[in-house]
């Protein structure tokens, strides 16, 4: 199931559904956490699962140490923002790293052939203190983070996924170009 979901995320950003792919890049942190982390409860497994295979495969290059980076709060804060209420936002809480403490997130889709990704700023005010966060995701380069980390991980891990449980079955007719999702009969 997960190698299809993949498949959908990249399908989605080849046809320019980004706000649908990325939709589908959140929740796969859901099911490969659930794979690594099965006893703790989602939030936890999710920020725990982002943490070891995203977050920390890119490495942190930032001229200050005040700089704000995408870390497992944020895509968690995200997720749960964008999936349950529609909104592609962040809400930034107590518990996160002060340099994610952003006043403003944004997303940005560039043109297919633009490269997009990470980048923030600071503004600092009297005696050098920081006023001002900010950071700029790319929509296409935080999926083509997540579903990397997710092929990967699947790959190397994929006896731990025994909870996927369910009947689907495709029975549109050959002829149709997008049927690449499910077995037939």
Request: net charge negative.
């Amino acid at each position: 199931m997960l190698p299809k979901l993949i498949e959908d995320v990249e399908r989605a950003i080849e046809h320019e559904c980004y706000l649908a792919a990325l939709a589908l890049a959140l929740t796969l942190p859901d099911i490969c956490g659930k794979a690594e982390f099965p006893n703790d409860g989602n939030g936890a497994r999710y920020k725990k699962w982002c943490k070891n295979f995203v977050c920390g495969i890119q490495p942190r290059n930032t001229p200050s140490g005040d700089m704000p980076y995408l870390n497992e709060d944020m895509i968690y804060s995200l997720r749960n923002l964008f999936l349950h209420q529609g909104t592609p936002n962040v809400k930034p809480s107590s518990s996160w790293d002060d340099r994610c403490q952003v006043n403003h997130f944004k997303l940005e889709i560039t043109d297919p052939d633009t490269p997009d990704g990470e980048s923030s700023m600071v503004s600092y005010g009297a005696g050098m203190k920081i006023s001002h966060r900010e950071i700029t995701v790319g929509v296409r380069d935080l999926c083509y983070r997540l579903r990397v980390a997710a092929k990967k991980y699947y790959e190397e891990n994929t006896d731990k996924f025994t909870f996927f449980n369910f009947d689907l079955k495709d029975r549109r007719k050959k002829s149709n170009p997008f049927n690449y999702l499910w077995e037939e009969e």
